[in-house]
């Protein structure tokens, strides 16, 4: 039983939410053995979302679960303004995520040379303030790819990297979020998955339960480096994940 909660149908609004792109996605899914999808758009392209469509297909396709998400943006002060967008729509879980440290894009490939010219211990101390005050917001049911930070394979100098996380974990602990287990990580330069081994251990320790995503963006990418998140969390002891519907969660056992 695999689990993908991190589909992107209309990527970054280049492509359309429609009955052809989603049966392509739902094709990809059963070929790699999906019980359940999690369609999740990020929140700036929610109006792209149909959701009479998505009932649809539902229906139309019994033997797959087919959740719908929101990955949302965690920018600070924008909290009031999205609770409405949370509360007004029908979504089956929401991925809470940081993308940018005061209106910088560091995931994206055209402004990662602000590594190189800042200093990286502060950008990691930028960043996990930024994680700790998404799961504060208390807006959340998981936190996506949580050290996306080392993307482009860079190391703090004065601690290591699970330091700078270490923190954030046992407020995670303490506030019940689930965190993702994205396996986008390995087709990027730091190939590696988010979060790290070391960082997953801690969460194991602390009870953090898990889920899966593949952050595709296009249909060839549902399930990427899945089997290997699986390998992985059951060498650290994990033997169950989370599933949710109308953002209650549901455990379930962790096997291919
Ligand atoms: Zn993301
Ligand atoms: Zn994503």
Redesign the pocket.
């Known amino acids: 039983m695999l689990i993908d909660y991190?589909v992107?149908v209309v990527g970054h609004g280049e492509y359309k939410f429609d009955t052809k792109r989603l049966q392509s996605y739902l094709q990809q899914a059963r070929e790699v053995n999906l019980s359940e999808i999690g369609l999740?758009e990020?929140d700036e392209y929610w109006q792209q979302v149909d959701f009479d469509l998505i009932k649809r297909i539902q229906q139309d396709n019994s033997d797959i679960n087919i959740r719908l998400g929101l990955?949302i943006d965690f920018i600070p002060g924008q909290e009031l303004q999205l609770s409405s967008l949370i509360s007004s729509l029908p979504w089956d879980y929401l991925i809470g995520?940081v993308h940018f440290i005061d209106g910088w894009g560091f995931d994206h490939p055209d402004y990662k040379d602000k590594f190189e010219s800042g200093n990286i211990d502060s950008i990691f101390d930028q960043y996990y303030n930024l994680v700790e005050q998404a799961v504060d917001s208390g807006l959340f049911d998981i936190i996506?790819h949580l050290d996306l930070i080392k993307i482009w394979g860079h190391n703090p100098i004065k601690k290591s990297p699970y330091a700078y996380a270490e923190p954030v974990l046992k407020k995670i602990r303490a506030s019940g979020l689930v965190v993702e287990i994205n396996s986008a990580g390995l087709r990027k330069p730091v190939k590696e998955i988010y979060p790290s081994r070391e960082i997953m251990e801690q969460m194991f320790r602390l009870s953090i339960p898990v889920t899966l995503g593949s952050?595709a963006h296009n249909p060839q990418q549902v399930g990427e480096g899945l089997e290997n998140c699986v390998e992985l969390l059951k060498k650290i002891g994990y033997r169950s994940m989370i599933c949710f519907e109308r953002r209650k969660h549901r455990v379930i056992p962790l096997d291919l």
Do not use: C, V
């Open positions: 991190h992107h999740l990020h990955e995520s996506g952050d």
